[in-house]
Nanobody, 123 residues
Framework: QVQLVESGGGLVQAGGSLRLSCVVS????????MGWFRQAPGKEREFVAG????????DFADSVKGRFTISRDNAKNTMYLQMNSLRPEDTAVYYC????????????????WGKGTLVTVSS
């Protein structure tokens, strides 16, 4: 059974940094496409960042380029999202997602989801 468990969310001031973790069980991150999505109140869930297992290429939403980085630790079977220069509009529930055969970073194409971790950025 595949499980994704996020952690690291919390309250941070604008301009600050936060690192989210996603621990994966039931699959190895070395052969799984891993990504982060987020959902703010009143908005659709949106893609934030992803890392492809085949070549470790990364993708980012325009809104976070230059501020967020994504990485993985094979030994810990864990994916990370490093968030810097945080803004109030980054406030959302952040979800870890995994996909076996990536076509697009779309909510409907992800095979597995975590339950989310809340990130709140204060002004």
């Amino acid at each position: 059974q595949v499980q994704l468990v996020e952690s690291g969310g919390g309250l941070v001031q604008a301009g600050g940094s936060l690192r989210l973790s996603c621990v994966v069980s039931g699959r190895t991150v070395t052969t799984t496409n891993m990504g982060w999505f987020r959902q703010a109140p009143g908005k659709e869930r949106e893609f934030v960042a992803g890392i492809r297992w085949t070549d470790l290429n990364t993708d980012f939403a325009d809104s976070v380029k230059g501020r967020f980085t994504i990485s993985r630790d094979n030994a810990k079977n864990t994916m990370y999202l490093q968030m810097n220069s945080l803004r109030p509009e980054d406030t959302a529930v952040y979800y870890c997602a995994a996909d076996r055969a990536l076509r697009v970073w779309s909510v409907r194409d992800m095979d597995y989801w975590g339950k989310g971790t809340l990130v709140t950025v204060s002004s």
